[in-house]
């Protein structure tokens, strides 16, 4: 019948309809397996390292370059054999994963402690899900590529299946988080688990593979491949030139590091989870779509022109440091992602080859994508010691796409020095403007006065618009000045926007008396110290407050920030010093090392830290004290390295007597929780390592979070007891609001506590819509702050 169909009329035939129908509902398979394998290997491998936002971003990395292994093996099996050939070759590679399956991640493969967590989490990936991986993601460029052999009308140019590709894979990823995670187990003994399941749609993506083959096998000779003088849009010339390569390298390039950017952005104050992971993968996805679907020229220069003032927005509010609601950091975020990747992709679509290069432009396209997640995830932590390549690549998106031609041009010839003047200009104005050497400001109390307005009114009605006002002032005139000015000179204005973002960074270093900023594979740490000898040196991982010291020297000594003496976590070593002579204390999460001032002579304290980097601080007595002088006076202090939920579980096979009279979870990572530590299966865990009158106190302070319901639907679990404090500052210098709740086996375990009004003032009522969180489930939706 496919025979008769290449002599009839094919658009009528409707054997032409079902290999149509066959190659799309393959592609659809490959491309949603593959993307469902992403967050679900994510999520296994996430509690292994501490569930920082950048294991993600190694991830992204691992899997941009499997799937250009993928497509060079596609590339150069298309180039080198014969259809039928490259079809039996491909049948056998996908043969081969069934040796691996069902999908599994060792954690024998992370060797923790002093070791480089990106190679750790690479080795993991390469040899768990590696061969799968690869194999799966050549199937999008060679089914497109055998699709040009089938003698179908719209094989003269099959781009348009890879819309449908990613449609399969932003389905995925959306469909992950909402239907998947809620209620399949990542892995048990039954086989309505997501390994298992991936592994079936495995075999039933290798039988519609098989049978595309067929339709190769099945077609003549005579009307396999059209030339290139047949495509779509496409130039009939040679093989296109390294200029035109490096181009689409560079919009592929642009998108994949926004993505990671974006991503790593966002999470660092949320959480790292699968849900805020495919939200922007999805974008980038849903991008590719609409960009490779039908894309007309005057849709793509209108989202160029916006691309500039949108990321002159974004920048603006990221040097301005307003005060937002996280919903619309997200939006913003989100947006501009979103603005960006389809300018990109939609300049690659248009620039497209003919079918003959089309496994070379993909190839591309992915080196492209490879390159950005290595730029983000390996080489930006060793060159930068703050997040500084999101906006870098925000910066890079304005000069490609404002390029002519996509030639950037070293900015030479007519108006090349008053476009440098301009960027010198725009420098200098930032710097005065950013240092408050000279500044705009409106006053609305003088108006007020003027008019004799009420100060009720005032207040109401002028007061929350006065500070954004203000900061549009001081941080917008630079970023309009070069907007405006550099528009129609890409270097130029990429030169300016950097210079901004350099000295807004510098200025903000100054100003918060910053004595060092570091960055390691868990985030950026910042150090301060104040000038006046009475004030503090902090520690602050992302945005957050992590541990306060005080620089006099009569107060060295005194717990600040979350853990003052008459605030939760003093009232509760009150109670542990009362009933003990020699209090055994674990903390997990080590910061400044602010609780072992707690800690008396004799005392036993074992910190769980992750991050190398926070270590290296806490210890050393140039920036904080409070461990070491609590190993001077007498304290047992010791270390363990590592995850705290691996480490503890170590502890309990290797020192099966050691017990704690207290365990104190403190351990997230700016506002991003690390959701395996406050999960069903980490509380039994906290509990079997705790005395039989032992306590569990967490720290749930959260900017964006409501984490008083996960701990309620937890305790009502286990059966726990439970206590809460919204403790306040009062007059405690130094000190800082904090939320601590208790758990305990029995309501006598808390001592006096359990009737003190402070302890039961504040409910901790359980939410169903919460859910009860496991290492399978966690409902993060359910508890933002919006």
Same mark, same amino acid.
């Not at 979103?338 to 990109?344: H, K, R, S, W, Y």
């Not at 796409?401 to 031609?405: E, I, N, V």
């Not at 904080?624 to 002088?629: I, P, Q, S």
């Given at each position: ?8 009329r094919p ?5 032409l309809t079902? +290999?149509?129908?066959l190659?799309a509902?393959?592609l659809?398979?490959g491309a ?10 994510g ?5 292994l390292?501490g569930g920082t936002?950048a294991?993600?971003s190694t991830?992204m990395?691992?899997?941009q370059?499997? #799937?250009l %292994? ?5 590339h150069?099996?298309?180039a080198r054999?014969?259809?039928s050939?490259q079809a039996?070759l491909?049948l056998?590679?996908l043969?081969?994963p069934?040796?691996?399956l069902p999908?599994a991640?060792?954690p024998?493969?992370l060797?923790?402690g ?13 040899v768990s899900?590696g061969?799968?991986f690869?194999? +799966? =993601? ?7 590529n ?9 094989a003269?140019?099959?781009? *348009?299946?890879y819309?449908? =590709?990613?449609?399969g =894979?932003? #389905?995925?990823?959306l469909?992950?988080?909402?239907l998947?995670?809620p ?13 298992t399941l ?10 519609l ?15 396999a491949?059209p030339?290139?003088a047949d495509?779509?849009?496409a130039p009939?010339g ?9 181009h ?7 998108p994949s590091?926004?993505?990671l950017?974006?991503?790593t952005?966002?999470?660092?104050d ?5 849900l ?5 993968l ?6 590719f779509?609409?960009?490779f679907?039908r ?7 209108a989202?160029?022109a916006?691309?500039?003032p949108l ?5 603006? #509010?990221?040097?301005a ?5 996280i919903w619309?950091?997200?939006?913003c975020h989100?947006?501009?992602l ?7 992709h939609g300049?690659?679509?248009?620039? &497209? ?5 089309l496994?070379?432009f993909?190839l591309l396209?992915s080196?492209?994508g490879v390159l950005? %997640?290595l730029?983000?995830?390996? #080489? ?6 703050s ?6 690549a925000?910066v890079?998106?304005?000069v490609l ?5 996509g030639r950037?041009g070293?900015g030479?010839g007519?108006g090349?020095?008053?476009a440098?003047?301009l960027?010198?200009?725009v420098?200098?104005?930032?710097l005065?403007?950013?240092s408050?050497?000279?500044?705009l400001?409106?006053d609305?109390? *003088?108006?007020?006065?003027v008019l004799?307005w009420? =100060? ?11 500070r ?6 001081i941080?917008?005139?630079?970023l +309009?000045?070069?907007?405006l000015?550099?528009?129609r000179?890409?270097?130029? $204005?990429?030169l ?17 008396e910053q004595?060092?900023q570091?960055?390691s594979f868990?985030?950026v ?9 009475k ?5 602050r991982?992302g ?5 306060r010291q005080s620089l006099?020297?009569?107060?060295r000594?005194e717990p ?11 009232? $509760? *070593? ?15 999460g080590l ?5 072992a001032?707690?800690a ?5 304290v ?9 270590r ?6 140039? !920036? ?8 001077d006076?007498?304290v047992?202090l ?7 939920r691996?480490?503890?579980d170590?502890?309990r096979r290797?020192r ?6 207290v365990i104190?979870v ?9 959701v395996?530590l406050v999960?069903r299966?980490?509380?039994r865990? !906290? *509990?079997?390592?705790?005395s039989p009158r ?13 984490l008083e319901? +996960?701990v ?5 679990d286990?059966g ?6 919204h403790g ?8 800082v609001e904090?939320?601590?709740?208790? $758990?305990a ?8 506590m359990?009737?003190?009004s ?7 009522d359980?939410e &169903?819509a ?6 399978d ?9 919006w």
């Open positions: 019948m496919l025979r008769r169909a290449a002599r009839g658009r009528e035939d409707p054997a079902a +290999v149509l129908l190659y509902l393959t659809f398979a949603t397996l593959l993307f469902v394998m992403q967050p679900m290997v999520k296994m491998i996430l509690p390292l936002p294991v993600w991830c990395v691992f899997f370059a499997a #799937l %292994g993928g497509y060079a093996y596609a150069a099996s298309a054999l014969p259809p050939r039996l491909h056998v590679a043969a081969l069934f040796a691996v999908l991640a060792n024998g493969l060797r923790g002093e070791a480089n967590p990106v190679l750790d989490v690479l080795t993991l990936l390469s899900v061969l799968p690869l194999v +799966v =993601s050549a199937t999008a460029p060679l089914l497109q055998w699709f040009t052999r089938t003698g179908h009308p719209a003269r140019d099959p781009y *348009f299946l819309a449908a =590709s990613n449609l =894979s932003m #389905l995925a990823l469909g992950y988080p909402t998947v995670e209620r399949l187990p990542l892995r048990g003994a039954g086989w309505l688990t997501q390994t991936w592994s079936m749609g495995y075999g039933a993506l290798v039988v593979t098989a049978l595309c083959a067929l339709t190769l096998w099945w077609r003549p000779e005579g009307a491949l030339t290139p495509a779509v849009n009939a040679p093989a296109p030139g390294w200029g035109r390569r490096l689409w390298i560079a919009l592929a390039f642009v590091s926004l993505l950017g974006a991503t952005y966002v999470t660092t949320l959480a790292a989870v699968p805020l992971w495919v939200l922007p999805a974008i980038y996805l849903l991008t779509i609409l960009a679907g894309w007309p020229r005057a849709l793509h220069r989202v160029v916006i691309t500039l990321v002159l927005l974004v920048i603006f #509010l990221m040097v440091a307003l005060p937002e609601r619309i950091t997200v939006i989100f947006a501009l979103f603005v960006i990747a389809l300018a990109c300049a690659l679509a248009l620039d &497209r080859p003919a079918p003959l290069h496994t070379e993909y396209i080196v492209g950005g %997640g730029f983000n995830a390996l #080489l930006a932590p060793l060159v930068f010691s997040l500084i390549e999101y906006p870098l925000m890079l998106a304005c796409l404002r390029a002519r031609g950037v070293l030479l007519p090349a020095l008053r440098a003047a960027v010198l200009l420098a200098a104005l930032a005065v403007l950013y408050e050497s000279a500044t400001r409106v609305f109390s *003088f108006l007020a006065r004799e009420s =100060s009720a009114r005032v207040g109401e009605w002028l007061d929350p618009i006065e954004p006002v203000n900061k549009a002032l941080y917008g005139p630079p +309009v000045l070069a907007g000015l550099l528009r000179r890409p270097l130029h $204005l990429g300016a926007l950097t210079a901004v973002l350099l000295v807004a960074g510098f200025v903000d270093a100054r100003n918060s004595i060092r570091s960055r868990f985030g740490l910042h150090i301060t110290r104040d000038r006046d000898e004030g503090y040196a902090e520690l991982h945005t957050t407050l992590h541990g006099e020297p009569a107060r000594a600040l920030s979350y853990y003052p003496r008459k605030g939760p976590i003093g009232q $509760l *070593f009150v109670e542990l010093d009362r009933r003990l002579t020699t209090v055994r204390m674990a903390v997990i910061g400044t090392g602010t609780l001032a707690y008396r002579p004799g005392d036993r074992t910190f769980y830290e992750i991050d190398r980097l926070v290296d601080v806490a210890f050393d007595p140039r !920036y904080f004290t409070y461990a070491v002088d609590a190993r006076r007498g047992s010791r270390l363990e390295l590592g995850d705290a691996i480490r503890l170590a502890v290797e099966p007597e050691e017990r704690y009279d104190l403190d351990a997230f990572t700016s506002d991003a929780i690390p395996h999960t299966e980490a509380l865990l !906290y *509990f079997d390592m705790l032992g306590i569990l106190a967490l720290h749930i302070s959260n900017r964006y979070l409501r319901p +996960v309620a639907n937890l305790a009502e286990g726990y007891a439970r206590l809460l404090q306040d500052t009062g007059d405690i210098r130094g000190g904090a939320s601590w709740a208790l $758990l086996r029995r309501p006598e375990d808390f001592g006096a359990a009737s003190d402070r302890w039961t003032e504040a409910p901790l359980p &169903r919460v859910g009860t969180w496991t290492d489930f966690h409902n993060l939706l359910s508890i933002f702050k």
